[in-house]
């Protein structure tokens, strides 16, 4: 469970504490206007809620300030979908390697390594991977920042040789 959540939680529990203390502490012998008892519960009990919500939003922010940043990938995987006409790269996949491109592009400091995934087909004059290869270098990619892995056609065994 989440540390934000639980604080949330722990606000809410003595939210709940708080309202059961007010009703035991007003005194009914005091002949207390039951109007005067629902201000002395409800103001209390407000500015509880607020100062909750005000220390949930501070400690989180000083939690999320030294949290760690995500790191930049080393490499960007495009699996691929089939080709039109045996060498060309279908829409779909286009798109996947137009956002691995932008990912690169964003990149900061040293570049990923994309890495184009994907088998040849009985109908396919080349891989997948080769037609996303050429796609990626033509819209500006360098071909040194590539790589094809057209050996595997089930993904569990891409995904353990990539790891590698």
């Known amino acids: 469970m989440a540390l934000s959540n639980l604080l949330t939680l722990f606000a809410g ?8 203390i007010q009703w035991i502490n007003i005194p009914s012998f005091l002949k207390i206007p039951s109007s005067l008892q629902v201000l002395l ?7 509880y809620y607020f100062f909750c919500v005000a220390l949930n939003f501070t ?16 490499f960007l995987i495009v699996l691929g979908s089939g080709l039109i006409g045996g060498n060309r790269v279908p829409p779909l996949l286009a798109a996947r390697i137009d956002k691995a491109i932008a990912f690169y592009k964003a990149s900061v400091g040293a ?7 994907g088998g040849k087909g009985a109908d396919e004059t080349i891989s997948e991977a080769e037609a ?16 094809v892995e057209k050996i595997h056609v089930l993904r569990m065994k891409t995904c353990g040789f990539l790891r590698r």
Do not use: C, H, N
Request: glycine share 2%; charged share 15%; aromatic share 10%.
């Open 13 to 20: 529990l003595l939210l709940i504490i708080w309202v059961i």
């Open 41 to 47: 519960l409800v103001v209390p009990t407000t500015a």
């Open 59 to 74: 400690s989180l922010s000083v939690i999320y300030r030294y949290a760690k940043k995500p790191r930049q990938p080393d």
């Open 111 to 117: 570049r990923p390594q994309i890495v184009f995934s």
């Open 132 to 147: 996303m290869q050429q796609y990626a270098i033509a819209k500006g990619i360098p071909e040194q920042d590539t790589l």
